[in-house]
């Protein structure tokens, strides 16, 4: 879970405050874990493409080693040199489904599919060309033999599993080295304003994206910064001295007062310093991750995406929402009835807390959770939520019973919000519903808050498995909020529920 480098005081532009900008040479990163010496060759993960495919090859020859092993007959046809395209091809299609392309924090769920769905057509593309090859194999012949169908569907097997764990081991292996070691590309950013300034935050406060801030460019030198340490190298045209000072292998490209001819300038320069660029479009809060590019005559046109969360596709979320929510409820039942009886016998009071939630379209309802506090001392001094924080864990003096304490760690108190799912009023995946009296507040003070009520509120969230639980940045949980909504699709809900047990693995407060 990552912490906000950011204040904690929200403002209408959503600015983010932090200590000023320094116009010197790129300091060494303070508090950086000191390293391995040899560990510092493949800090900026310059190799991960190369390693990437090294590690696929590997996997792919092990599989066709521990299919013919698995099948253990002699072949007198050559079924098992045949076998070995399966090499090949594997990467071959794999390339073909971008999977040799570095993503900003790719996951291995991101994986998952497209590998297995790789696996299973190189395997059936082996087995095709063995079959036309050797056709005489599909007589009768006496005596054991080598059958392609029986190689293709072990070497399937083998794939589908040796596969996907190396790619995990090495997806856990790349996440400790940039939590512990700051692994990542340096990166430069074009622009000094806020948007500039969220780049760098998100990539201090989120290592998983592989990208460390290392320096801003822009045409206006900033009198006072909102990035901390993170020094001002010049303007646009200063590209290749900064990237001579600091090595950076990418480069972010912000609003900024930079004109567009200079800027095109620019990101064709730092191509041919062998750069990565990266721009954030004008519209960014309309495009999503469905967007893609088409050309009318030599003009590229970024075509939108359109989520519709009044279409039939969230109809059929919903519906499977509620099916899924009322087996789970059966298949826990005996967990919720202990539950019940414990909440009962460890204080005074009602075994489900009701409190009224903002949901679609604004409308409130009782979000359920099982009660796990003593009644409150009317004697007790008054809360004051920290400005700029979400609402939520524990507010004021703790109350909590000893099965509450257990409950709010493991987040089991969170499980009667599937009867609200059931009745409607939720969904398993979406944003966090929020009081109304908090709701007014945060709709006019943080950009862009209101539109995350065009969902249905949900028992998890995209905010909640990266870490926004509890009190933390209520700015950051609504861009992360909308990037769902623009961004929904139902292998994201799929994803993000299976982070969800990850997450509540971790003690973490809600």
């Known amino acids: 879970m990552h912490q906000d480098v950011r204040t904690n005081v929200p403002t209408p532009s959503n600015r983010l405050?932090?200590?000023?900008?320094?116009?010197?040479?790129?300091?060494?990163e303070p508090n950086e874990p000191a390293s391995?010496?040899?560990?510092?060759?493949f800090r900026n993960e310059s190799g991960y493409v190369g390693l990437t495919v090294v590690l696929d090859i590997g996997a792919a020859i092990m599989s066709v080693l521990v299919a013919q092993w698995w099948t253990a007959v002699e072949d007198e046809r050559n079924i098992y040199f045949y076998s070995w395209l399966f090499v090949?091809?594997?990467i071959v299609v794999l390339a073909t489904r971008s999977m040799y392309k570095q993503k900003l924090n790719h996951r291995f769920l991101d994986?998952?599919?497209?590998v297995e769905t790789a696996v299973a057509v190189s395997a059936l593309a082996t087995l095709t060309f063995i079959i036309v090859q050797v056709p005489h194999l599909q007589g009768e012949i006496d005596g054991p033999y080598v059958r392609p169908s029986e190689v293709a569907v072990r070497l399937w097997v083998c794939a589908a599993v040796?596969?996907?764990?190396?790619?995990?081991?090495?997806?856990?292996?790349?996440?400790?080295?940039?939590?512990?070691?700051?692994?990542?590309a340096p990166a430069l950013v074009i622009g000094s304003g806020p948007i500039a300034h969220q780049l760098v935050a998100r990539m201090q406060q989120v290592p998983d994206y592989g990208l460390r801030p290392v320096g801003l460019l822009d045409d206006v030198a900033p009198a006072e910064s909102e990035v901390a340490d993170v020094p001002y190298l010049g303007n646009a045209d200063d590209l290749e001295a900064a990237v001579r000072r600091t090595r950076a292998c990418e480069l972010l490209v912000a609003p900024s007062t930079v004109s567009d001819d200079q800027l095109a300038r620019v990101a064709h320069q730092a191509h041919n310093l062998g750069m990565r660029v990266r721009v954030v479009p004008r519209l960014?809060?309309?495009?999503?991750?469905?967007?893609?590019?088409?050309?009318?005559g030599g003009v590229p046109l970024v075509v939108l995406d359109r989520i519709d969360p009044k279409g039939w596709q969230f109809t059929i979320k919903h519906t499977g929402d509620r099916v899924a929510a009322a087996l789970g409820l059966l298949l826990i039942s005996p967990i919720f009835l202990t539950l019940m009886l414990l909440v009962r016998l460890s204080s005074p009071g009602p075994i489900f807390f009701a409190q009224p939630r903002i949901g679609r379209d604004g409308k409130v309802f009782d979000c359920l959770k099982f009660r796990s506090m003593r009644p409150l001392d009317p004697n007790?001094?008054?809360?004051?939520?920290?400005?700029?924080?979400?609402?939520?864990?524990?507010?004021?003096?703790?109350?909590?019973?000893w099965i509450g304490k257990i409950m709010r760690k493991t987040s089991l108190d969170e499980l009667p919000q599937l009867i609200n799912v059931v009745r409607g009023d939720m969904s398993l995946v979406g944003p966090r519903p929020e009081r109304p009296e908090f709701v007014e507040l945060f709709e006019m003070q943080i950009r862009r808050y209101g539109e995350r009520h065009r969902v249905k509120a949900g028992v998890t969230g995209w905010a909640q498995v990266h870490g926004l639980r509890g009190q933390t940045s209520i700015a950051d949980r609504a861009e992360f909020d909308n990037y769902y909504i623009e961004n929904w699709s139902l292998l994201l809900d799929i994803k993000i529920l299976l982070l969800t047990v990850l997450a509540v693995l971790k003690s973490a407060e809600d």
Do not use: C
Request: a positive charge; glycine letters at 10%.
């Open 17 to 28: 405050t932090v200590p000023r900008l320094k116009s010197v040479p790129p300091p060494v």
């Open 162 to 184: 040796l596969l996907p764990a190396v790619r995990l081991t090495r997806s856990l292996l790349q996440r400790y080295l940039r939590r512990r070691f700051h692994f990542g």
């Open 88 to 90: 090949p091809i594997l």
């Open 111 to 114: 994986d998952l599919e497209p």
């Open 36 to 41: 391995p010496r040899w560990l510092n060759y």
């Open 380 to 401: 007790a001094a008054a809360f004051e939520l920290k400005e700029g924080s979400a609402p939520g864990g524990v507010e004021g003096e703790d109350r909590r019973t």
């Open 284 to 296: 960014m809060d309309a495009v999503g991750g469905g967007a893609w590019v088409e050309h009318l």
